[in-house]
């Protein structure tokens, strides 16, 4: 194996913002067929791209404050992207923000208020939910991001999808499954929307955890433990149900199995969602016919804040190929643990909708 530096290995470009390098994905090829496009904060590009637009437009303005509620992504991405455009940045925290998140948050100037431990996901966001209403009450001229509801934050993944979709013409491929965690809906959404722009054939495929309204699945609950960031209680105007090809709901137990697989295989140290996204691409790759055909896995994040939950006696852990999805037979049928999937009956289309002004309902 050659040592040599050639020019793949160097920088493309300087970034003029810590928020903007953080943002910008490697696309990495796992094994023949299948690529995962690995950000290091997912978020930071949805982000950055609705600040700008909304500076574009007038609706905030340099010193101005915005607000939203986050788990713990978005909160990160929020407060990089005001650190940049000189705005004031106020979160609402779910309690799954952790302490190395809350030091970076305080050093960017953030103020953080995080929710009590909820027993529920539901409760949890409810409540964030109510807060950022009190506060916009008592300051009107705050700018509320809902980040799960305006669709200008689908702009930042524009750029991405049209070079990943450059990227994978360019070995051959014309069809793509884009397999992506789902949560607010716009990077998946974006991304499938942006790679069927490019040229390609998509299939959009949902990941999901169980207990989560998006795509129905409420009243079945993990015993084990939720995905972060992934999966709602409460519907998202930012999930358009109508270009989904094909959802799987993902277990903990499975999603654990595959965040660790990542790293084995391929030496990918990625967080839960992007797991959970791995066991679903790598069965789907299992029986690929054409050559012609690949697929596209999003990583959102890294795996450093689920050590203890994740990581840690690993040993214990069964490789993912032993789990395998309950095919259900259709979208109103309950979907079952560990792991279930079902053709959903989307598509995404060059002629679709590229940035609307709400999303779509269940079909």
């Known amino acids: 194996m050659s040592n040599e530096i050639t020019a793949s290995d160097l920088p493309q470009a300087i970034a003029p913002h810590a ?19 690995r950000f290091e904060v997912m978020k930071a590009r949805s982000a950055r791209g609705a600040l700008l637009e909304l500076m574009r437009r007038g609706t905030i303005r340099r010193g101005g404050t915005v607000i939203d509620s986050s788990s713990g992504i978005y909160a ?20 799954t923000i952790d302490q190395t998140l809350r030091v970076q948050l305080d050093l960017l100037g953030v103020e953080l208020e995080q929710m009590p431990p909820s027993t529920s996901l539901r409760a949890d966001q ?10 916009i009450e008592a300051h009107p001229d705050w700018h509320w991001m809902r980040q799960y509801h305006d669709a200008v934050h689908y702009a930042g993944y524009q750029p991405i999808a049209t070079r990943c979709g450059d990227l994978l013409r360019g070995r051959g491929y014309r069809s793509v499954d884009l ?14 929307l942006g790679l069927a722009a490019s040229g390609l054939t998509v299939r959009l495929v949902g990941v999901q955890p ?3 309204v998006t ?10 433990m939720l995905i972060a960031g992934i999966g709602s209680s409460i519907p998202f105007d930012n999930v358009r149900h109508e270009l989904y090809d094909s959802v799987h709901w993902v277990s903990y137990e499975v999603g654990r199995a595959g965040t660790l697989a990542l790293c084995r295989r ?4 990625a967080g839960l969602s992007s797991g959970a996204a791995y066991a679903v691409a790598d069965y789907l790759g299992r029986d690929r ?75």
């Open 126 to 135: 409810d409540r964030r939910v109510a807060r950022v209403r009190e506060l």
């Open 215 to 224: 795509f129905g699945s409420e009243d079945v609950e993990d015993p084990d």
């Open 76 to 95: 990160c991405a929020l407060a990089m992207a005001c650190h940049e455009l000189g705005l004031r940045c106020r979160i609402i925290g779910s309690t």
């Open 19 to 37: 928020g903007v390098a953080l943002g910008a994905p490697d696309v990495i090829e796992l094994s023949p067929d299948l690529f995962a496009l």
């Open 289 to 363: 016919a054409s050559s012609a055909h690949c697929t596209l896995m999003t990583c959102p994040d890294t795996g450093h804040r689920y050590l203890e939950d994740v990581y840690e006696d690993a040993d214990d852990v069964p490789d993912v190929s032993v789990f395998e999805p309950q095919v259900l037979g259709s979208p109103r049928e309950s979907p079952r643990l560990p792991w279930s999937a079902v053709h959903w009956g989307g598509s995404v289309t060059r002629e679709a909708e590229p940035f609307p002004s709400s999303g779509a309902s269940r079909p």
């Open 179 to 192: 397999v992506a965690p789902v949560g607010s809906g716009v990077s998946s959404g974006a991304l499938g």
């Open 266 to 269: 391929h030496a990918l140290f």
């Open 210 to 212: 169980f207990g989560s």
